[in-house]
C-alpha cells in the first residue's frame, strides 16, 4: 500500500481490489469507492553539448550524493518533455540550452521511471551550480568519470553518445534498464 | 487542489505551499508535513502494421467513444514502454505485436501526458476487440477514418508513419500537442 487514508475523503479503509473492467488489483477506498491510481513518472533531461565538450553536474543530494549525472529531473505537470530538459538543466547546472533532439528513452520498470533524454547545445558558458549541486563542469570524453557517474542511466546515454559522434550520426534509441544494472 | 485529505495521516488541513528549496507549490500536509507530488501521466501504444495496412480500435469507453484510435493507454507501474505498448495492443485489441522502434514521442501539456508510440509489427490475424473496443479492424491508407479518429496524437502518428512510409525511412520524432490541436 502507498497510502493509508483516502485521499478524497479521508478514510482509513484502504482495500487492495480490483475494479471492474481493470486488470490489476487498485487500492480502492472502501467507504467512497475512489481509486488511487499510481502511474510510472518520468524523469527528463539533458545531453549538454559544448564543442567536444558535456556538461555535467556534480549532485549536491542523496540518492547518490556527489557522483556526477547529467541534469535531470522528475518532468512536472503542465510541461512538455523538452521544456522539462530546458527546466532542469537551468535548475542543476544554471544553463541555458537549445535542444536539438530526442535522444535516449530508457525504461526503468523496478522503480517505475522512465527516463527522457535530448540531444542540446549548450547556450553560453554562463554555467553555475544550482542548490542540488556541488559543481558543474565541463568534460571531455577522456575526462568523463565513468566510475562516479550517478546512474545507469547516465552512462548508457554518453557511451551511445559518445559512440553516435564516432560515427557522425545520433540515432534516437531506448532500451530497458533493470535491477542489475541499476546502480 | 487535487486531494482533500493526507494520504498518509487522514488529516484535512492540505495546504497549497512552496517546500524548501523547491520551485513550486506543491500540496502538503500541514499536519505530518507530507508532499504529495503529481507527476505527468505516460500513455504508452502501437502502430500495429500488417503488410499495408494499420489495425485500429473503435473505442467503447469515454473519451471520445465510437472514435477510432490506436491501441494505446496509460503505463503501468512495474512495466517497460515497450512492455505497456504490448500490453495496450493486446487488451484494446486482442493483438499481438512485435515491437520494431520507437516512434512518436508527445508532449501534451495542458493535460499533463506524455505519448510514447511504437511502430511494430502485428504477428498474426487473429485480432478481436477488448472490452474497451467496440471493433477491431485493418485500414489501408485510403481507409483510415481521418474525421473519426479519436485523438490528435493519433491523427499525428498516423500522417507522420504514411508520409515516412512513402519515404522508406521511419524516424523517430517528438512534438508538442497544445490545446489548439488537442481534440
Not at 558535456?54 to 535531470?72: D, M, N, Q, S, V
Not at 535548475?91 to 535522444?103: K, T, V
Not at 523496478?110 to 559543481?135: H, K, M, P, T, W
Not at 547516465?154 to 557522425?168: M, T
Request: hydrophobic fraction near 40%; glycine fraction near 8%; include cysteine.
Amino acid at each position: 500500500m502507498t497510502i493509508k487514508f483516502c485521499s478524497q475523503c479521508g478514510s482509513g479503509k484502504i482495500e487492495s481490489a480490483l475494479p471492474p473492467g481493470d486488470d490489476r488489483a487498485r487500492e480502492i477506498c472502501a467507504d467512497c469507492g475512489y481509486i488511487h491510481y499510481v502511474n510510472p513518472k518520468v524523469v527528463v533531461g539533458s545531453i549538454p553539448v559544448w564543442g567536444e565538450q558535456i556538461l555535467l553536474c556534480k549532485r549536491a543530494i542523496e540518492p547518490r550524493y556527489g557522483k556526477w549525472t547529467l541534469p535531470a529531473g522528475f518532468m512536472e505537470e503542465g510541461e512538455t518533455l523538452a521544456e522539462g530538459a530546458k527546466r532542469e538543466t537551468l535548475e542543476e547546472a544554471g544553463a541555458r540550452i537549445s535542444i536539438e533532439q530526442l535522444y535516449a528513452s530508457y525504461s526503468l520498470p523496478e522503480i517505475s521511471q522512465v527516463y527522457v533524454l535530448f540531444l542540446a547545445r549548450l547556450d553560453d558558458l554562463n554555467y553555475l551550480a544550482g542548490s542540488e549541486s556541488l559543481e558543474v563542469k565541463l568534460f571531455h570524453e577522456h575526462e568523463i568519470p565513468w566510475d562516479e557517474l550517478a546512474f545507469v542511466a547516465i552512462s548508457e546515454a554518453l557511451k551511445r553518445y559518445f559512440a553516435d559522434r564516432v560515427k557522425g550520426s545520433y540515432t534516437p534509441h531506448f532500451s530497458d534498464l533493470r535491477r542489475a544494472k541499476i546502480r
